[in-house]
């Protein structure tokens, strides 16, 4: 006997952030709301929840208190240097890049300071770029840390969200996954999917794909907000474009298993387009988690600009591709050396300041809202505690006295034969010698005096530029990086309502999509590389779109 359907005003699909914000909205709009996810309750964020809750603002009070001069004209020409957008599909993606500069140097940051989000004084300098002005990169620092990080930003919409449940205007249903979006006369009407068997595994645990039931969900309208593929390496692997190289046999995940892509096809079968699934985001920096969530979980190092970039064979990276500088740049790089990993040579100088690792879990002061903490983990002798944790118990770090004795303990670790001393020796001696000087030929330390001129950076980011091999800023620290899966930058083609669009350019009726489903908005706002801070501001902005559209429609 099929399942006794359930009706409602707005389904969301995922309660990640854009999906808790579309629900927001739309339960302020006075709809009635359901939300269906397949994970546990425990899960109640998504990917968020774990970030470190990195958001773009332009022209920012925060900005102007630290010197730093932005502008709209100069965002714009960052990001549109930095997305190339050039294909037919990027008609909607341009038209959401320029509405979401438009919301992150207006109301965006009212908006969240309303809700009472906040921010870390300090603005981060991610993706530095180091090409032309026209080319990728960000002109200025635009990366502002919410204070709470991922739980933080979380926060204020899950509580809208369980204040509705609590009035009986919402229900939360975990453990369903959809299967089918159900149509009627051309329109999605909802959706029919399995019941997961009850799972009490904690926050990020894989979890059985046990069927014990289905279920049925009418809808005046469904916003599809389910994620993207990162955890999902065949598909991945499977959509990687041949710009980039050839696909890593192997990677580490940097997001759970449920972050699977299933609804892709599933939105795909009603109707949507799916446009520039070849854009993706996934980082160089990635280390083996030594306290693993969820199944091959890796952590990203969020890198300042100082450590010495080699290949697996030892040699060093080419201009600009320093820590930090262009993603992709270096991903495309890499793969060209026929080896999965690179490796980063640094001192403990170095790793004290500049070390910072992804993820609400990895930074407990700025996610715990510790003062205390943040004072001395942050301006403090020796490194953050979580970023020791990695040097004494990671599998992908060395740390030795001498220089002879890192190169042997990185050629102990797996794929270290391929590295060549003489050449490791080479190179870091070679860059220390254009220490000596206030100038130098040698780009990546000529960046790092540049950087320190930035406040945020002298403070906090960047080391006084020093000798690796200076025996008082040791030990040496070799760190091994591997690919590290994250996001998916194409998706569900939308229009600025956050309608899904048809193949014919016109909307699904009763479909909308948000988020990374929706390759953060149009199906793919970022274009071919983002500037950072701009993932959860894209749930933030597609999730606010999509819910107030949906509720306007029923």
Known sequence: MPPAPHTTDVLVIGWGLAGLVAASEAIASGKRVTIIDQEPRSN????????????????????????????????????????????????????????????????????????????????????????????????????????????????????????????????ILPRHRVTTLTMSGGAVTGAEGDVLAPSGAARGVATSREVVDTFAITAGATIVASGGIGGNHDMVRQWWPERLGPAPATMVAGVPAYVDGSMQKVSETAGARLINGDRMWHYVEGIQNWDPVWPNHGIRILPGPSSVWLDATGTRLPVPLFPGFDTLGTLAHLRATGHDHSWFVLSQKIIEKEFTLSGSEQNPDLTGKDVRLLAKSRLGKGAAGPVQAFMDRGADFVVRDDLDDLIAGMRALPGGEALDAERVRFEIEARDREIDNDFTKDAQIAMLRSARAFRGDKLIRTATPHRILDPAAGPLIAVKLHVLTRKSLGGIETDLSARALAATGEPVPGLYAAGEASGFGGGGVHGYRALEGTFVGGCLFSGRAAGRAAAAAV
């Open 44 to 171: 109640l964020g998504g990917q968020a929840w774990w970030s470190f809750g990195g958001l773009f603002f332009i022209d920012s009070p925060e900005q102007r208190r630290l010197g730093v001069r932005d502008s709209l004209e100069l965002a714009r020409q960052d990001w549109f240097g930095n997305a190339g957008f050039d294909r037919e599909e990027d008609l909607w993606p341009r038209r959401w890049a320029e509405a979401y500069l438009q919301f992150a140097h207006g109301e965006k940051r009212s908006w969240l300071r309303q809700k009472g989000v906040g921010f870390f004084p300090i603005v981060g300098w991610a993706e530095r770029g180091g090409y032309t002005a026209t080319g990728p990169g960000n002109s200025v620092p635009r990366f502002h840390i919410t204070w709470g990080t991922g739980p933080g930003l979380v926060a204020p919409f899950q509580a809208a969200v369980e204040a509705g449940e609590a009035a009986g205007r919402v229900t």
